[in-house]
Each structure stands twice: as structure tokens, then as C-alpha cells.
């Protein structure tokens, strides 16, 4: 289990209050997704440490145009960008992504292609996470350290790495993993 003094010195620009809010989520995302080890806890964190601006974001800033008749995301529908834009804590994107997350999270599509918002909630953009990183076998290139393909996995190429890795040192030191 992580705590709000971990979690603060691993991201110092994010609010405690917010922290305050996410960890019980995080501590029982990590759990219920298998995160139990330092070195992947540490890979988990810094992943969305960049990936929400130091958990201030739980939606991605810009508007989702750029998603707009995505096919690679499911975006078939008008529209489909905007609504189904990177949300959560790890930025879930696209159609294809809410409706597989839904199933996982909720048992049916529909709960979370009816209401994308549900993600910018602290529960289920945390869970959303996990499922993400454990649908995309996270955890075992995070027992070898291997950032680079997680980045990749999450964010289809290396941006934001230097981020990144800074989060992820810092974590493995407050984690006890470096």
C-alpha cells in the first residue's frame, strides 16, 4: 500500500487534495490488477504520473477532434473523437477502448460508450488504469524495468520518456525498488 506522503514525493506539483482522493482507489486498483510489487507499482505510477499531469487531469485537455474517424480506435461514428477523447488516469481513447473497458469494469459496453464522463471519476479512472495495464500485460515488462516498451504500449511511441522515467526513478526510490 501506498501513501498520500509516497505518492506526494513521487509527483510534488500534484494537490493533495486530489491525491487524497485517488489513493484509496489506486491502493485498490493495484491490488485487484496484480500492481504488488514495488517495481511495478513504480512503472504504474510513473505511467500516470505523466499521463494526467501529476494526477491533475482526468481528461485529456484537448478536445478529441485529432480522434475524429479514427478507425484504428473504433471512432466510425461522427463525433466519436470528442466524445470517446483520452480519459482516466492512464487516458482511455476511443471507442474501442471505452467499450472493451466497459465489459471489463462493468459487465456490458453500454455503461461506459452511454457515458464516457464515468472515467473522469475517481473509482473508474483509476480501475480503467489497471484494467489498461493488465489487458496490455504491463506488469511483466515492469518486473524487467523495460519503460520503454510500456511507454510504447500506452502511448504508442515515446512521448514524454525523460517524464517518464523521472517519475519512475523517483517511485522505485520512495518504493524501495532501485
Known amino acids: ?20 482522493q485517488l489513493l ?9 490488477f496484480r500492481i504488488n510489487t514495488p517495481l511495478r507499482q513504480a512503472a504504474f505510477l510513473a505511467q500516470l504520473a505523466h499521463e494526467s499531469g501529476q494526477f491533475r487531469y482526468l481528461a485529456e485537455i484537448a478536445s478529441g477532434a485529432a480522434y475524429e474517424g479514427r478507425h484504428d480506435l473504433g471512432n466510425t461514428s461522427a463525433g466519436d473523437g470528442r466524445r470517446f477523447k ?26 461506459l460508450l452511454n457515458n464516457p464522463e464515468l472515467l473522469e471519476h475517481s473509482e473508474a479512472a483509476c480501475r480503467s488504469a489497471g484494467w489498461f ?34 517519475f519512475y526513478s523517483r517511485a522505485k526510490i520512495v518504493l524501495g525498488a532501485a
Open 133 to 166: 495495464w493488465s489487458s496490455r500485460r504491463l506488469n511483466q515488462l515492469a518486473d524487467i524495468g523495460d519503460m520503454q516498451h510500456i511507454t510504447r504500449r500506452i502511448n504508442g511511441g515515446l512521448n514524454g520518456f525523460e517524464d517518464r522515467m523521472k
Open 86 to 111: 483520452g480519459r482516466g488516469l492512464i487516458q482511455i481513447t476511443g471507442r474501442a477502448n471505452y467499450a472493451a473497458c466497459s465489459i471489463a469494469l462493468f459487465g456490458n459496453p453500454s455503461t
Open 24 to 32: 484509496p482507489f489506486l491502493n485498490s486498483t493495484m491490488i485487484e
Open 1 to 20: 500500500m501506498i501513501d498520500l506522503i509516497d505518492l506526494k514525493t513521487i509527483c510534488p506539483l500534484a494537490r493533495s487534495e486530489r491525491l487524497g
